[in-house]
């Protein structure tokens, strides 16, 4: 069986990367999915309906055209990691994070032990918390391998 990942939140590290590529590495049967990593390109992709006067208006359609992406990747995952970065608030993530346990798919979340508190619901319902990518890339061993 190949396993389908997604790698939901923080776009501004190379976490993406790292697990990928342990995975690589440890000979794993991965695939993985993401949302849109360009910053640019997301906040665009609304942009090919219209030009609007009003950034709500927008970042409302973009999310939109956004979230036919989303939806669709998270629906056929068989985990996700869900990535809460330092530097910005990935209210994204979160959301995501909420879809996954209301579709009963497991997560594991990947963030610093300094904003355990507010993530705790977000914690609650996942299956595991990792705080490297390196941790991630060992549970997913583990849970594809049994090993």
């Not at 949302?35 to 009003?54: I, M, P, Y």
Request: proline content about 3%.
């Amino acid at each position: 069986m190949k396993w389908n990942v997604y790698l939901s939140g923080e776009i501004h590290t190379d976490w993406r990367e790292q697990i990928i590529e342990g995975c690589r590495v440890a000979d794993l049967p991965v695939e993985f999915t993401s949302a849109v990593t360009n910053h640019d390109a997301s906040d665009a992709a609304g942009d090919l309906l219209g030009e609007e006067s009003s950034n709500f208006w927008r970042d409302h359609k973009s999310s939109k055209v956004n979230a036919i992406r989303t939806k669709n990747l998270i629906e056929r995952c068989d985990i996700a990691v869900v990535r809460f970065g330092d530097k910005y608030k990935q209210w994204n993530a979160a959301f995501d994070a909420g879809h996954l346990a209301a579709l009963g798919k497991p997560y594991i979340t990947l963030h610093g032990a300094d904003i355990i508190h507010p993530l705790k619901e977000v914690d609650a319902a996942a299956m595991a918390w990792a705080q490297t990518p390196q941790q991630v890339v060992e549970i997913l061993s583990y849970v594809i391998s049994a090993k």
